[in-house]
């Protein structure tokens, strides 16, 4: 069983889910839509074997300090009762706390004593290895096993009302267009990428913000950076799944800004999607674009004169585009769903 049901908005659980299945694995998902008080319901699921954990700060980080912590010893509660009746439990760390950082301290230290309760931790990428020991003062020998993320090659497309696919939408009327797509939400410091936009001089550049901004506030702010400059076009809400082939078609270089994720699902789905980008230089970020940076450019997260000089390098480079692109998507090809889920499903088995 997958905890939290995070499907709604991101594929990944699906897809996992549908390789597993090949694997053999019959894989479910709480019935309780009460998603904070299910987990107590656990131990008595019939035929359980395995409970699989995912983002893990979802059960430990409440509205205050008080319901944080009330909520953290519960859940240790819950994976003790779940550990003592023979349900093995592995958890993929995703995050090693969540991205507002409220209570960090009760949640690193929440976190882990949930990394000494699981049988199996799994990472996505070789350094997270030892990042996440790190981060939880775990022992060296404690095992983590790495299951490489798939990619998201194929797995949306463009269809009109017929179903058939749609033809491209009109790009915004720019001869390079700049895209952030994904979550609107502060870590990811939207703010330095339209301040370092504005310094790129010309009428040729466009910069194309797109995504669900569950903080209102925080949506203003930038609202509020970017009036004033044309070029920039701000679509806060909600995007369906038929939707995002289309907006990265309108796109020539997808800008992942900075995060303190350990794995940045937005710059597979960049690659995946045949675009080059300009990266935040996270160790994930490294991994996947390898040292040869054929798809793309690095900035030093946190640094908007950095991240400047990165958009201009790109502007520089836009005869090359296509080449960087058709490198991204071809790295993607070896990171696929069914060897992801036969390292999973080791995990559970062993």
Known sequence: MFVPDWRAGNPYQELLAAALRQQGCRVTFPKDRRWKHHIFRMPFTPDLDVLHLHWQHAYLVGESLARSVSSSL??????????????????????????????????????????????????????????????????????????????????????????????????????????????????????????????????AFGLVIRGDAPDRGYAQMLQTLADGDERIVLHFGFVEDDLVAEIYEKADIVVVPQTDALTSGSLILAMSMSKPVVAAATPHARFLLSEALEGGVLYQPGSQMDLHRALSEMVRRRSELVQMGLANESRMDGFTWAHMAGIVAEAYRN
């Not at 779940?82 to 976190?111: D, K, P, Q």
């Not at 983590?144 to 058939?164: L, Q």
Request: net charge positive; glycine share 6%; aromatic share 8%.
């Open 74 to 203: 519960g859940f240790i509660v819950a994976l003790s009762i779940l550990r003592l009746r023979g349900i093995r439990l592995v958890w993929t760390v995703h995050n090693l706390v969540s991205h507002e950082r409220r209570f960090r301290r009760l949640e690193r230290m929440a976190s882990g004593m949930v990394a000494r309760l699981v049988h199996r931790i799994l990472v996505h990428y070789p350094e997270a290895e030892l990042i996440v020991k790190d981060e939880y003062r775990l022992s060296p020998s404690c095992e983590v096993m790495v299951a490489p993320h798939g990619s998201f090659v194929d797995v949306y497309a463009s269809r009109g009302e017929d179903g058939a696919l749609a033809p491209q939408q009109a790009r915004p009327l720019r001869e390079l267009v700049f895209l952030a797509f994904g979550q609107v939400r502060p870590y990811k410091r939207l703010e330095d990428l339209i301040e370092a936009f504005k310094g790129l001089e010309g009428e």
